[in-house]
């Protein structure tokens, strides 16, 4: 089994920015308004965007807020490593101390919050008996900071008795270094379950548990509350006693550049391959994979040699989340300078019976759609082998061919794989390239061209100017 992080289940856009989007959209070609039912939400790949288009799509970034990448970059022997990029468009929410003062969740949204040390947080969300609900949580550490192993956090979904309706906890383990953690909290809709079926409030409960020798700083959290239809009819609940677990035959096709993103919301989209990036002392870079029904994911992680020296420990932690951002599994590998190679266990295929399962690596294969691939390199390498880039190469293959999806009584959002999913893995987009293209999809849809937007913002900074010369 992989080194697990400790981890465990309980079952039971301002006006500016959006000018800036319009800008883009011009570089691109006009955009004809078109009814907001007939936009089809699909992701512009960045390759597929002109410079000019690009540069406007950043500037459009940065308007969302300056405060969308985490406070302060590590700096190790002078040079910056790229802080966590949080998801442009989260709300600011304050968790509350106690239950009956928390703040509600609307389904879909993202948040920010901050966590104290020992600190605990909640937040309410009103649920049906229609949908399964997923609570996640990504825990953001300043970079650089002193951690220890059980430093962690634990994110539940509890009713009004206090009853936790599912849980999940994430600490660093062995990999005893700052950098994100993500976990999430669940409460399933099952008729043969009495606890947690009721219509009504519930409440997310985030804690955090630190050790008295780890740095005393405040937790960035980002949250994302995501729901997931039923089915028409029960479906098989039996896992396959016997299935594919021998490790498939390195990807075909040869090394190709594709660098990490810097958060979950930036992560670059992956299809089967050999991917090389290049990967500094104390970074994190994000990757997503699609996967979709009864396809199985296997990952590995090679660091490239270098100068030969002293051992450092669990110097390269890889890490999977699933599609509501809910642990699968982990591992790490020490390095030397000599080549150092990883790997995941071997997953089930993706299957909705997997979430009967009590064993975590399991249960979380639950849904099909984007699986997170993390990869974090020590601080401690900067100190034995200097501050520069290490060579990583991910190997990733995805087995089988995609097989019906489940008879969900609803689209199931973002538990699926499209055409669009596929199409982003191969050229390498990411969640923020779709949310730039939603942007300017929402220009089109609300029957205002591009150039009359741009005309109406040169015409308010016009205006503007003939005010102050009066």
Known sequence: MGTQAGRRTGIGRRTGALVAAAAAAAAVGAVTALPAQAVPAQAVPAQALPAQAVAARDRAGEALGADARAGGALRAGGTSVPPYAFDGSAQRIQGAASSLDAKPLKTGQTYRDTLKRNGKVYYRVDLDTKRNTYVSVVAVPKPGGK?????????????????????????????????????????????????????????????????????????????????????????????????????????????????????FHGAVSLREGEWRADIRPGQTLFYRVPVDWGQQLFASAELGSGTEGD?????????????????????????????????????????????????????????????????????????????????????????????????????????????????????????????TNGTMQVVAAAGIGTGTVLLLGLGAWTLLARRRAA
């Open 147 to 263: 951690v220890e192993y059980g430093d962690g956090f634990k994110v539940s979904i509890q009713d009004n008795s206090g009853t936790d309706c599912g849980y999940q906890e994430a600490d660093f383990g062995s990999g005893q270094y700052a950098r994100p953690l993500a976990a999430y909290a669940r409460r399933i809709v099952d008729p043969d379950t009495s606890s947690c079926q009721k219509q009504g409030a519930y409440y997310v409960l985030v804690e955090r548990e630190s050790a008295a020798a780890s740095t005393p700083d405040d937790w960035e959290l980002e949250l994302r509350y995501v729901t997931e239809p039923l089915l028409k009819q029960a479906g098989p609940t039996a896992l396959p006693e016997a299935w594919a677990s021998a490790t498939p035959a390195p990807p075909a096709g040869g090394q190709q550049k594709r660098q990490g993103g810097d958060g």
């Open 311 to 435: 051992l450092v420990s669990n110097a390269l932690t890889l890490s999977l989340d699933n599609p509501a951002l809910g642990f699968v599994d982990m591992n790490t590998v020490s390095y030397d300078g000599k080549p150092a190679t990883l790997a995941l266990d071997p997953l089930r295929p993706v299957a909705h019976e997997n979430r009967t399962s009590y064993q975590e690596a399991t249960s979380g294969m639950r849904f099909a759609g984007w699986y997170y691939l993390t990869a974090t390199l020590s601080p401690e390498i900067a100190a034995e082998y200097g501050d520069k880039p290490v060579p990583l190469t991910l190997r990733v293959n995805v087995e089988g061919s995609p097989k019906t999806a489940p008879a969900y009584d609803a689209d199931p959002g973002v538990f699926s794989v499209t055409a669009d999913d596929r199409e982003a893995a191969a050229n390498g987009a990411t969640g923020a390239d779709a949310t």
